[in-house]
């Protein structure tokens, strides 16, 4: 494929240009593994939990709420960091490995077990969400 | 010896009005070194370009008075990068795996064109180089230090990395910098959007409003990933001299590391299955 | 004859002006700082360069040559305890983290580049993970906030010797490959300054940490001041088995 330099460039960059800036600014996480508009609730005990930047990550011996004759697996959960984690009132050890938890999240384009984190709550009561439309990822 | 016609000059001014308007967006750049002119280094430039910087698009900041961004950041230059992207790369990226191949998942350096506009960095200096820590040259996270020499040009094998071989000179106020031998761990974006080792960065720092802020005119080239270059124009908000540099880690803490890797060897083993139950599908004795 | 007033020629003109004031430079700023009371950096020698560690054996001019290390930190008997229980698979370097000064300043192999800017004077690891990068900020005091893995560290000229104090280390990192852990208490105190005309950089490195050793412990590294170039190091390129 031949590239065109000079006057064909300058046009095409200019156009590009001009399209760009009248496009909106997206807010939402980029295109990734995830999808946007499939949620799973996984239900199960948690087996690692572990905060840090700029993403956390949990394990659970789980299955989906929605088909409990799936067999139990080991799923992962990616999390906000832990300042945004802590804001919502979860520190680092309110949830341990060993409790029992529901977890909610937006479920991967290729089906694999992990999900990205919406909401959680645990048997002790507690309940922490994410504000989904501010995340912007990574 | 007859005189131009008139239509004839209109139409060569018009080619030079398009290629003003063109040229107009990245204001001086150039298509290579050695069009422009060499100087010395400015005197005391040490002490004005040292320092930490802000980028645009924090809260409030947009460019300085004046100054018109020209490319917001990502992911518009998603969109313009996937615009540009020959039909081999598009593919490419379409097949890579984001847990395995995207440097920033176990904190491998995310290379030079992430975490662009809206990154801190600091420019540290000696008077061969000018070392960029963060910033248009990787997020501090992950390790994103730029070196730019500027007492030499591209070495003539330069092992291929994650930052590339960048060497700067000066013309008159203007850092003029080139960087090549790249390697290919690293994207145009956080989109699976690949480059190759042809990845050629070419980049005109100067400082615009009353030296307040660095304006970073940055030409992006990969000739064999791209259909055509691209050019984007960042500033970066210089701050004071006390402004901290606070330690920033990714995955900063055993546990949050230790995580992500066991994550990265789940998906490295599902990857060795999958590739092993191709293979085993494939008949080697059926061929004709 | 000449050429008759055009509109093309009018705009084209028009562009060539804006050019020529987009290339005026900017107005003049107020001078920079010089006294040194505003820049600290200015007091001492100039340690900006690049420098390799000598290993240890290798005898300098005048005698001089690396002494102690972080294998023979003294540790008081509980901390022998936890470091005999440790595992060299738990050591965090496997994991590309930082490993902390105290541990880097000896490391086999160590080179560093350095760099003076106003207020402080910057160090950078050519093995970034695990030595990753040092600001020592000049003439104040440090700052409280939460516990890092290269610690705060500010510093002051004694004449020709930089001397850094450095606190506030979390308690992740170990003291030396053995295990040998330290406390939050962990201070160090380091003092730098060129030797035999400028060839060397001799560290002196002091750490207390009264939960966790029996007294005081300093050792010296010789650094070469060279002129080859900091390569990339990517520790993570290649990572190591990590048990799950």
Redesign the interface.
């Known amino acids: 494929m031949t590239r065109n330099r000079g006057m064909a460039v300058c046009a095409a960059a200019l156009g590009v240009l001009l399209v760009a800036l009248a496009t909106p600014i997206l807010a939402h996480h980029s295109t990734t593994m995830f999808v946007n508009d499939k949620t799973i609730t996984l239900e199960g005990t948690m087996t690692e939990v572990a905060f840090g930047n700029p993403h956390s990550l949990f394990f659970l011996d789980a299955k989906p709420v929605e088909g409990p004759n799936e067999p139990m697996k080991n799923w992962s959960v990616e999390a906000p960091n832990p300042r945004r984690l802590t804001g919502m009132g979860w520190q680092r050890d309110t949830i341990k490995a060993g409790d029992k938890v529901r977890i909610t999240g937006y479920a991967r384009k290729d089906g694999k077990p992990q999900i990205l984190f919406i909401e959680i709550s645990d048997d002790k009561g507690h309940h922490f969400s994410e504000k989904r439309e501010n995340y912007t990822g990574n | 010896m007859n005189r131009v016609p008139g239509t004839l000059w209109r139409s060569a001014m018009g080619v030079i009005v398009i290629a003003g308007l063109c040229a107009l967006p990245s204001v001086a750049q150039t298509s290579s070194n050695a069009s422009g002119k060499k100087t010395a280094a400015p005197a005391g430039w040490q002490e004005k370009w040292v320092g930490m910087y802000e980028g645009q698009d924090r809260e409030g900041k947009i460019a300085p008075p004046g100054f018109k961004v020209l490319y917001p950041p990502e992911p518009d230059t998603i969109e313009l990068v996937d615009s540009l992207l020959q039909p081999w790369a598009k593919a490419r990226g379409l097949t890579t795996s984001y847990e395995l191949e995207d440097p920033g998942q176990i904190c491998r350096p995310t290379g030079p064109l992430r975490g662009n506009a809206t990154s801190e960095f600091e420019l540290l200096a000696s008077a061969e180089k000018i070392t960029i820590v963060g910033g248009t040259g990787g997020g501090i996270l992950t390790g994103g230090i730029r070196r730019i020499y500027l007492n030499r040009g591209h070495l003539k094998n330069p092992p291929l990395t994650y930052y590339g071989d960048s060497v700067g000179h000066w013309e008159g106020d203007t850092l003029v910098i080139d960087a090549v031998g790249f390697n290919e761990k690293t994207w145009f974006s956080r989109d699976p959007q690949r480059h190759t080792e042809a990845l050629h960065i070419r980049e005109r720092w100067k400082f615009v409003a009353n030296d307040g802020w660095l304006e970073k005119t940055i030409t992006v080239d990969d000739r064999f990933a791209l259909t055509a270059p691209y050019t984007v124009t960042r500033y970066f908000e210089k701050l004071p001299d006390a402004t901290a540099q606070p330690e920033r880690l990714c995955l900063d803490t055993p546990e949050a590391r230790r995580a992500w890797i066991k994550l990265y060897k789940r998906y490295e083993r599902d990857y060795e299955e999958e590739r092993k139950n191709m293979g085993s599908n494939v008949s080697l004795t059926e061929e004709r | 004859?000449p050429?008759r007033t055009?509109p093309?020629?009018l705009?084209?003109a028009a562009?060539a002006l804006t050019?020529a004031l987009?290339?005026l430079?900017?107005?003049a700023?107020a001078p920079?700082a010089t006294t040194t009371a505003e820049r600290p950096e200015l007091k001492g020698p100039d340690f900006?360069?690049v420098y390799q560690l000598v290993p240890s054996g290798a005898s300098l001019p005048g005698g001089l040559r690396n002494q102690g290390g972080p294998e023979e930190i003294p540790l008081q008997p509980a901390a022998q305890a936890t470091a005999r229980a440790s595992s060299p698979k738990d050591d965090?370097a496997k994991?590309?983290?930082?490993v902390g000064p105290f541990r880097m300043m000896a490391w086999d192999g160590n080179k560093m580049?350095v760099?003076r800017?106003?207020?402080?004077i910057?160090m950078?690891y050519e093995n970034?993970?695990l030595g990753?990068?040092r600001?020592i900020?000049l003439d104040r005091p440090h700052?409280p906030g939460a516990p890092?893995?290269?610690g705060d560290s500010v510093g002051r000229w004694d004449g020709d010797t930089l001397v850094v104090d450095t606190n506030r280390f979390n308690e992740?990192t170990w003291l030396n490959s053995a295990g040998a852990p330290h406390s939050e208490d962990l201070r160090l105190t380091e003092r730098y300054r060129l030797v035999d005309g400028g060839k060397y950089l001799e560290v002196r490195m002091t750490a207390e940490d009264a939960k966790v050793l029996t007294g005081p412990y300093t050792y010296t590294r010789y650094y070469e001041r060279v002129n080859t170039?900091?390569?990339?190091d990517?520790c993570?390129?290649d990572?190591e088995t990590?048990v799950?």
């Open positions: 004859m050429i055009d093309y020629g705009l084209a562009f050019f987009a290339a430079p900017a107005a700023q920079a900006t360069g965090l994991l590309c983290m930082p580049d760099y800017s106003p207020g402080r910057t950078l970034y993970f990753h990068m600001t900020y700052t890092l893995w290269v992740h170039e900091i390569q990339e990517i993570n390129d990572l990590v799950e």
